[in-house]
């Protein structure tokens, strides 16, 4: 599958991209979800730039819809699939694709979920699909109360399709966190939160959003434990 090759290049390249220099998430090219991360040294630096975020309450939601990120799932980097497809390149292993889909459509993989650290075996189908989603790591909702309301279009929907803010993930677990901030929902599997918060930062980083105090104290604790 020349196209699959292709489409997990360049979601790896990309992640390796807007990872590079932040501690555990960047231990290598092929930066896997399921990677427990640590480090002290990396989650002093993650606090220090978790410091530098700005702190202001929620923004009202007034005016908030999917589409002001963009249609789901794009072809953002014009590699000939859509986002969804190339999460699932990067993030699960023994994928088959699906046949005349040109090595895009995965139709089953396997899923070493990092919020729960169990092993989830992906199908395509309309009653099976659901068992394994694709996370925005900062919620879109959560986003545009923190910030995202003043981004432009085009800014808005490169966060909604960034392989920073993307993970696939345990579909209950991604419908139980909905859009809630590190001061409501953290991955149940300890050894994750590290890098979970770790990513968040990095992400509010990149596009200029702010955190709450409660969200802030909550980061903290994280770090404070790694």
């Known amino acids: 599958m020349v196209r699959a090759a292709l489409v997990r290049g360049v979601a790896v390249a990309t992640a390796g991209f807007v990872i590079a220099g932040c501690g555990p998430m960047a231990g290598g090219t092929d930066e896997k979800a399921g990677s427990s991360g640590g480090g002290g040294e990396s989650a002093s630096a993650t606090l220090k730039d978790l410091r530098k975020l700005e702190v202001k309450g929620r923004a009202p939601m007034t005016g908030f819809d999917r589409d002001k990120f963009g249609p789901a799932w794009s072809d953002v980097d014009r590699n000939g699939c859509d986002t969804r497809n190339d999460i699932l390149v990067r993030d699960l292993k023994e994928e088959v694709f699906k046949r005349g889909e040109d090595g895009c459509v995965v139709q089953s993989g396997v899923l070493e979920d990092p919020y729960s650290g169990k092993t989830i ?104 434990s790694c």
């Open 121 to 224: 075996k992906f199908e395509r189908g309309t009653r099976t699909s659901m068992a394994v989603q694709i996370d925005h790591v900062i919620a879109l909702a959560d986003a545009w109360q923190k910030g995202a309301q003043q981004l432009s279009a085009s800014k808005r929907r490169e966060l909604a399709n960034d392989p920073l803010n993307l993970l696939a993930v345990d579909g209950p677990l991604n419908s139980q966190k909905g859009a809630g901030d590190a001061a409501t929902w953290l991955p149940p599997r300890r050894a994750y939160r590290c890098p979970y918060v770790e990513r968040q930062i990095r992400v509010k980083i990149k596009y200029s959003l702010w955190v709450t105090s409660a969200e802030k104290d909550a980061m903290e604790g994280v770090l404070k």
